[in-house]
């Protein structure tokens, strides 16, 4: 069976949420962090990033509320926080890392106007919520995003919990910023895919299976 992927396609116009339904929302999010506890996962990933809902709450070209999950960008990141904190409330810190990003999916050229403000926003938020593990996510972990420095190189400058990197990572790169303390963990995603004997691999210097979707991953559309 093949996997049959579409992507950017139109979309009817989303209607904005209730005070109530974003409430109900938020008991969502806490109950499925229980449920993954129960169910004997390690932790839980909340993915604020890239366009998905607490993004399109994050980002002023999505948010175009009135109330108080709208403003600048401390006050658009309310909606998050409280996820952040009912999350938290259920599990606990250790066991809730939040994955954000300045990357937009459909807007391949949105950034962050000031990034380095940007950055020190969110990292006060996630203090002020109990966060100690972040995963900033961006497609190309080597990218310059302002300054001379990485998306990564900006958050460790405001952050000095675990942090996850992650970006079309190689294993000499990985291994260069987590030398450097820019990152504390390491995430491969499409090479694992590929090469199911990855750590095996790169502990042994072999070859790594480029990775190719219509092959690992179905065909995409």
Excluded at 44 to 69: C, M, P
Excluded at 173 to 199: H, K, M, Q, Y
């Amino acid at each position: 069976m093949s996997l049959r992927l579409h992507y950017l396609q139109p979309y009817d116009m989303p209607e904005e949420m209730s005070i109530e339904e974003i409430q109900e929302v938020i008991r969502q999010y806490a109950q499925a962090a229980k449920n993954a506890m129960t169910a004997g996962f390690d932790g839980v990933e909340i993915h604020g990033a890239h366009g998905y809902l607490i993004d399109q709450f994050n980002s002023d070209i999505t948010n175009k509320r009135t109330d108080r999950y709208d403003g600048d960008l401390v006050q658009r990141l309310t909606f998050m926080k409280e996820v952040l904190a009912a999350v938290i409330d259920a599990i606990g810190a250790d066991r809730t890392l939040i994955r954000f990003s300045a990357l937009k999916v459909g807007y391949p050229d949105y950034m962050w106007g000031n990034p380095d403000e940007a950055i020190r926003t969110f990292m006060e938020a996630f203090r002020e919520v109990g966060v100690k593990m972040i995963h900033p996510s961006t497609m190309n972990f080597t990218q310059v995003i302002a300054e001379g420095k990485t998306l990564h190189q900006l958050v460790r400058r405001y952050w000095n919990g675990a942090i996850v990197g992650v970006g079309n990572l190689d294993a000499d790169t990985a291994e260069r910023a987590l030398n450097e303390g820019i990152i504390d963990v390491a995430a491969f995603g499409r090479p694992l895919i590929s090469n199911p004997g990855f750590l095996s691999r790169i502990e042994n210097g072999e070859p790594l299976v480029e990775y190719n979707p219509k092959v690992h991953l179905g065909t995409l559309v």
